[in-house]
């Protein structure tokens, strides 16, 4: 029987649903009071590592999707910033804005158990957040912790340095392409989309090996100029070699090289180093299970003239970070 949770304030909802006993000793006071209490020796006189992000229904996930899936896409994604600066999870909060209409027990069971699954697996915990009325939407805020003077950054790229990615590119647009399309052919692509994977463990092996970080959210192109801009510097791609699924080419043979240039939702890494760290970087990829590709070079900055292609003919006249809506 589906029950609406119109009558529940938001107390009940926490309560009932977010409440938990934490998994980490560190949590020395948690949801529950005005605010958390945690115990900062777990940073191990290392950095603490913040980053915020916010999903909204229709336009950064369907709003037919399960529940579940909408927490753990939430959750994931928001860790892939901490992977990008080579931070391992601790805590994180949750703001939910719960549509008065089509709330049910169910759905904030389905959605708290996905949030759940995901916290465990990544070893990060729920600290605190807040609950109100509105259109669908989730903000988390994640506080991780990483080595003084190690933190991955987009500002320290230099000249020479070599362009990597992990993984394969494309996917995430070509899931949402299916998606659209209402299309579920592949169930590799909807767990690539719905339950992006955060390189947390890559970010963590190419500390003190690599000269800049950030993670693909909104499409290679899109996230390498923010390198780019960051560090003052251009960069060149040689599109041929961009790590593509042969399933993406299989299914969008005309598309799959603008969808691993521009197509977002990847949840990736690309990052720059000196070509002397390359089989450090390739080694290191190799001990967290990750795919790791060269795809080109940074130079001197051209002005406006951020990033270039060659290898491949590409339109480039699109830009990056496509969602619903």
């Known amino acids: ?25 560190d949590v020395l006071l948690g949801i529950g009071d005005d605010g958390a209490v945690l115990d900062l020796k777990a940073l191990d006189n290392e950095n603490l590592v913040m980053s ?34 080579g931070a391992v999870p601790l805590w994180f909060t949750l703001s939910l804005t719960l549509p008065e209409e089509n709330t049910t027990t169910a759905w904030l069971t389905d959605f708290s158990q ?16 807040d609950t109100v009325r509105g259109h669908l939407s989730i903000t988390i805020t994640i506080c991780g912790k990483a080595p003084d003077k190690e933190v991955l950054k987009r500002t320290t790229a230099e000249p020479n340095d070599m362009i990597f990615v992990s993984g394969t590119l494309g996917d995430g ?5 299916l998606i659209q399309q209402k299309k579920c052919v592949s169930e590799r692509l909807l767990y690539r989309f719905y339950c992006p994977q955060p390189m947390i463990d890559l970010g963590v092996e190419l500390r003190n090996l690599v000269s800049s970080c950030i993670d693909i959210s909104d499409g290679l192109v899109s996230d390498l100029t923010h390198i780019c801009n960051a560090s003052k510097v251009s960069a060149v791609l040689d599109v041929s070699k961009l790590p593509v699924h042969e399933e993406v080419k299989q ?10 240039l521009y197509g977002g ?13 390359k089989a450090k970087i390739i080694n290191a990829g190799m001990r967290s299970n990750s795919r790791i590709t060269p ?19 590409v339109n480039e006249n699109i830009s990056g970070y496509r969602h619903f809506g």
């Open 114 to 129: 996905g949030l759940f699954e995901e916290a465990e697996k990544f070893g990060c915990t729920l600290v605190g957040g």
């Open 1 to 25: 029987m589906v029950v609406s949770v119109l009558s529940m304030d938001e107390f009940e909802i926490i309560k009932n649903y977010f409440k938990r006993e934490s998994f980490r000793s």
């Open 173 to 177: 647009r070509a899931a949402l392409s």
């Open 265 to 277: 939702d990847d949840y990736q890494l690309c990052f720059t180093a000196p070509e002397s760290e």
């Open 251 to 260: 299914l969008f043979p005309d598309d799959f090289a603008e969808f691993g």
């Open 52 to 85: 915020t992000d916010t999903l909204v229904e229709n336009v950064h996930f369907p709003s037919s999707i399960n529940a579940g899936l909408i927490a753990k896409r939430a959750l994931c994604t928001n860790l892939s910033d901490t992977a990008a600066m």
């Open 295 to 313: 795809i080109g070079r940074i130079v001197k900055s051209m002005g406006s003239n951020k990033v270039m292609l060659e290898g491949m003919d």
